[in-house]
């Protein structure tokens, strides 16, 4: 039986769909980094220190937390 892995939004809490367009990020030595989930998969590094993203709102947050906007 296969595994079912479920992602959740890392800024909301959203669970993703299959057709969802969601991104990941991850902070590499200072360095934000924000991928399209649907169009590359996995990005480089170590997969538990991606964040996942429902959408771009979600990802503005998190760049907002790099960048230390209040
Ligand atoms: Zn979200």
Known sequence: MA????YKCDGCGAIKGEAN???QCALD????KVADWGKVG??????????????AACV?????AFMGAK
């Open 3 to 6: 595994e079912i892995i479920q």
């Open 21 to 23: 367009h969601w991104y």
């Open 29 to 32: 030595e200072g360095v934000f």
């Open 42 to 55: 996995w990005i480089d590094g170590d997969r538990t220190a991606i964040h996942h993203r429902c959408g």
């Open 60 to 64: 503005h947050k998190a760049l907002d």
